[in-house]
Each structure stands twice: as C-alpha cells, then as structure tokens.
Nanobody, 120 residues
Framework: QVQLVESGGGLVQPGGSLRLSCAASGSTFSNYAMRWYRQAPGKERELVATITSASSSTNYADSVKGRFTISRDDAKNTVYLQMNSLKTEDTAVYYC?????????????WGQGTQVTVSS
C-alpha cells in the first residue's frame, strides 16, 4: 500500500502563495497518478489537479487554472501543489490522492489532509 502525508498548509492573505507537499511511502510512487482534492465545509469535494505517472501530463480545475501548478519528484516520492494568487474561496482542506488501475486491480490511497485558510 501507499501512505501519504500532506504538509505545507496554513494561513495566508489573499494574493499570497503556498506550496503543499505530499510525501509517499510504502510502494512504487512512480507508478501512480497523483491528484490533489479539496473540500470546504458544506461543499462537495473538488478535484483540483492531476498529474499522470508516465508522461507527467497535468490538468486543473477551471477555478485554479493559471494560479496552481502540480508537479512531482519521483526520486523524492513527493508531489507538490504550488498555489499562487490565492483567493478566499481557495480556503479548504486539501487532500493528496494516489491512484492506479492495472490488470483489473484498483489502487486508491488518501492522505489525512492539510488546512489552507486564505484570509486577511
């Protein structure tokens, strides 16, 4: 299995930046697609960003395009989410997710989440 631990959350003013990190252990990190989700109280969980395992292609939710960047460092078993130009509506708990589907087997792992609060 894969264990995921997020870090880097905190309080930041609107317009500021944060970089979230997700450290993975327990399996072959490079074989997994990595995703960042977020969820605010009373709202649905939202897929924020995805990076694939092989090509490292990325995609983003419309709400964060141009502001957030997902990246991965397979040598360090870590995925990052660089968040710039933060808005109050970005306030949420951010979760790291590792996903793999191969030979009829589905693997899906989650971190504990890290709180991001954007407020003046």
């Amino acid at each position: 299995q894969v264990q995921l631990v997020e870090s880097g959350g905190g309080l930041v003013q609107p317009g500021g930046s944060l970089r979230l990190s997700c450290a993975a252990s327990g399996s072959t990190f490079s074989n997994y697609a990595m995703r960042w989700y977020r969820q605010a109280p009373g709202k649905e969980r939202e897929l924020v960003a995805t990076i694939t395992s092989a090509s490292s292609s990325t995609n983003y939710a419309d709400s964060v395009k141009g502001r957030f960047t997902i990246s991965r460092d397979d040598a360090k078993n870590t995925v990052y989410l660089q968040m710039n130009s933060l808005k109050t509506e970005d306030t949420a708990v951010y979760y790291c997710n590792a996903f793999r589907q191969r030979f009829g087997m589905l693997y899906d792992y989650w971190g504990q989440g890290t709180q991001v609060t954007v407020s003046s």
